[in-house]
């Protein structure tokens, strides 16, 4: 889909409205208030990321062992993050009390280790996508808040590149010590910037970690095309899981988001809070994400692109015969590009 004032694309199916199709480049103008990314946009960038499902391509590349499987489906749910939180909290609770268990801690690296795997096997090298950081950097900041619902680390690139050609433009509410600044209404005034954009992922990051008691932090590296290696290491040094909700229907990622008090906060403050305008770039907007479409009181997503009937599509041409590093990076939004 385009980008839509007034209507989403299920109310103009239904009622047959007419759609009006705009050059992104005549009315970019009118939306710089909140940008919501979807899968389709790491897929604009790099074609594995095309996947249906994280779990899915784990078990199909045989590293999902039946006693895996079984955790998966006992506790119904495909989302990685869930059930190696659970395995944390058992290896916590067996340590306290004295009982020895090292299957648990056997379980929990054999899927640690098949998640790791996965990754690789989906995520492209720095080296790789480098090319296109600027571009996406220099679209990102025309928005007052991004908010990223990919779990791959393409948008923190974007703003670590950002910051070295604008200074310190791009924050995501985690201070030095790594933690989430809960009060972070102070970063959106600029500072050795002339501007500022807060970035947040509403279902978590690969850059994003609960460590062994329960603490949320950021894992990070001043060099960044060294970032991937280093969370992969990090995973494996210590008793880290993702944070960040890969599977699942809306209602078992709703739940995994109130569990955190890093998503739940993002969920609460940014996703529910008021925005004049809501630019979507690549998500689909599919019963999965119900939680999304909805605040947390139940109205539709706050500040949707709400403006007098008719209703108007937004999409952009973008130019393929220009370099990556030259192209402006902006919404592209064939149909085969808005999956999530």
């Known amino acids: 889909m385009g980008f839509v004032e007034g209507v989403d694309r299920f109310t103009i199916a239904h009622y047959n409205l007419a759609v009006r199709v705009h050059e992104w480049k005549d009315i970019e103008h009118r939306y710089t208030h909140k940008l919501l990314l979807g899968n389709g946009a790491s897929i604009a960038v790099c074609e594995t990321f095309r996947y249906h499902s994280l779990y899915e391509e784990a078990r199909s590349s045989g590293r999902i062992h039946t006693k895996l499987h079984s955790l998966f489906k006992e ?61 996406i950097a ?3 900041k025309r928005f007052d808040t991004v908010l990223s619902l990919n779990y791959d680390l393409l948008v923190y690139w974007a703003m670590l590149r950002g910051n070295d050609s604008y200074g310190r433009w791009f924050k995501d509410g985690f201070v030095n010590d ?9 970063l959106r005034e600029p500072r050795e910037a002339t501007g500022a954009t807060l970035v947040f992922y509403p279902h978590g990051n690969l850059i994003l970690a609960t460590d062994f008691w329960g603490d949320e932090m950021k894992l990070s590296r001043e060099e960044e095309r060294f970032l991937l290696d ?25 739940r995994a988001i109130r569990q955190s ?11 529910g809070g008021g925005s004049e305008s809501l630019v979507i770039y690549g998500w689909s907007i599919r019963d999965e994400d119900e939680h999304v479409r ?5 109205e539709p997503l706050a500040g949707t692109l709400a403006e007098p ?26 149909k085969e590009q808005t999956e999530s």
């Open 230 to 254: 280093t969370i992969l290491h990090e995973w494996k040094q210590g008793d880290y899981a993702p944070l960040f909700v890969s599977e699942g229907n809306s209602e078992d990622k709703l």
């Open 75 to 135: 506790f119904n749910t495909t989302d990685f993050e869930h059930i190696l939180r659970l395995l944390l909290i058992t290896k916590r609770i067996n340590g306290l009390v004295g009982i020895r268990d090292n299957h648990t801690s056997r379980l929990y690296r054999s899927l640690r280790d098949a998640l790791i795997g996965t990754i690789i096997g989906i995520h492209p090298k720095h080296e790789d996508v480098k090319d296109f950081l600027l571009p």
């Open 178 to 186: 790594r933690r989430f600044q809960s009060d972070y209404g102070f």
């Open 294 to 298: 909805r605040t947390p009181g139940g």
């Open 261 to 271: 008090k890093y998503l739940d906060t993002v969920y609460h403050d940014e996703l």
């Open 138 to 140: 220099r679209f990102m």
């Open 309 to 334: 009937l008719p209703p108007i599509v937004e999409q952009v041409l973008e130019p393929r015969s220009q370099p990556a590093a030259e192209r402006p990076f902006t919404p592209y939004t064939r």
